[in-house]
């Protein structure tokens, strides 16, 4: 398997940028492997996932890295949360998904930059 294999691909909502998430970082993901904590949640909510790059609620951007978000009113397990996509740059300038997961709130430190809820 290569490390380049692409597993998704997706079109970022606010600057419409080609987003792709690799295998074996989604694996990692999944599995918690390679310095990820386990979010076995990507797998049954991945439609989340897609709107939070697709159609933010909300994008924050972190020390290296955008946060987007999508509110999730919920199901039993994750009741009212944020899912959250952090996206990086690749050195190769592309876009890619770094992990996913779901928050009840926004990352300390995190800057807004952009909202559904502001006029942009």
């Avoid at 904590?37 to 955008?66: C, F, M, Y």
């Avoid at 779901?102 to 930059?113: D, S, Y």
Wanted: hydrophobic share 35%.
């Amino acid at each position: 398997m290569s490390s380049w294999e692409i597993l998704y691909t997706f079109i970022e909502g606010i600057k419409m940028e080609k987003v792709v998430w690799f295998k074996n970082n989604y694996n990692a993901v999944l599995n918690g492997t390679d310095g990820h904590h386990q979010h076995n949640e990507v797998k049954t909510h991945l439609d989340v996932v897609r709107r939070a790059i697709e159609r933010p609620d909300q994008v924050n951007k972190g020390s290296k890295s955008k946060c987007y978000y999508a509110w999730f009113v919920g199901d039993r397990s994750y009741p009212n949360c944020h899912m959250k996509v952090v996206i990086r740059r690749t050195i190769y300038g592309r876009l890619k998904v770094v992990t996913a997961y779901f928050v009840r709130g926004f990352g300390a430190g995190e800057i807004m930059i952009w909202s559904k809820t502001k006029n942009n």
